[in-house]
T-cell receptor, first 115, second 112 residues
Framework: EPEVTQTPSHQVTQMGQEVILRCVPI?????FYWYRQILGQKVEFLVS????????KSEIFDDQFSVERPDGSNFTLKIRSTKLEDSAMYFC?????????????FGDGTRLSIL | TQLLEQSPQFLSIQEGENLTVYCNSS?????LQWYRQEPGEGPVLLVT?????EVKKLKRLTFQFGDARKDSSLHITAAQPGDTGLYLC????????????FGQGTTLQVKP
């Protein structure tokens, strides 16, 4: 069964450094998402992306965050200058339709640790 | 702001017992989804309920969507240790962008 893959599985970065989290969505999917889950807290929406532009972003997704689909297969999340509070699991998801009864398929996440 | 509240947050039961997890909101959702998440993995979709009053069964799991589409429940019959995990409910936000709003999750431990 096709799956969403994320790399790396664990990223350790010094505070203030840039980090890029990578995702390969399911190949025929058109809608892409990033979520994060701080340890012990709920999964939070960051951003949705369709047709090479952001559809919606949350308050968390400030100017330090950006997303890109550079080559038709990868979907990346960049954090320009990381902060301690950016430490979390980051999940990428994709779906082939926007209809509310259609599932989003999640990757296994990247654990980001900011030191 | 659309919010989903799950209860209980933690549940520890013996194998063979029944349990129910609740997902409540003051907002109407067009559908609600239930996911299960294992440690170190992403959420995996179990079911989507779409119609008010709908009941769906997945083996020993029964999912119900409230008549007013503001709440849902997950009932597990004769729980087994393999049911141990984090159960999440989620609904689509109102902006038709695919955004999912998650509850805080219910951690279930089934002891043999």
């Amino acid at each position: 069964e096709p799956e969403v893959t994320q790399t790396p599985s664990h990223q350790v970065t010094q505070m203030g450094q840039e980090v890029i989290l990578r995702c390969v969505p399911i190949s025929n999917h058109l809608y892409f998402y990033w979520y994060r889950q701080i340890l012990g807290q709920k999964v939070e929406f960051l951003v949705s992306f369709y047709n090479n532009e952001i559809s919606e972003k949350s308050e968390i997704f400030d100017d330090q965050f950006s997303v890109e689909r550079p080559d038709g297969s990868n979907f990346t999340l960049k954090i320009r200058s990381t902060k301690l509070e950016d430490s979390a699991m980051y999940f990428c998801a994709s779906s082939d339709q926007l209809m509310s009864n259609q599932p989003q398929h999640f990757g296994d996440g990247t654990r980001l640790s900011i030191l | 702001t659309q919010l989903l509240e799950q209860s209980p947050q933690f549940l520890s039961i013996q194998e063979g017992e029944n349990l129910t997890v609740y997902c409540n909101s003051s907002s109407v959702f067009s559908s609600l989804q239930w996911y299960r998440q294992e440690p170190g993995e992403g959420p995996v979709l179990l079911v989507t309920v779409v119609t008010g009053g709908e009941v769906k069964k997945l083996k020993r799991l029964t999912f119900q969507f409230g008549d007013a589409r503001k709440d849902s429940s997950l009932h597990i019959t004769a729980a087994q240790p393999g049911d141990t995990g984090l159960y999440l409910c989620a609904g689509h936000g109102s902006g038709n962008t695919g955004k999912l709003i998650f509850g805080q999750g219910t951690t279930l431990q089934v002891k043999p």
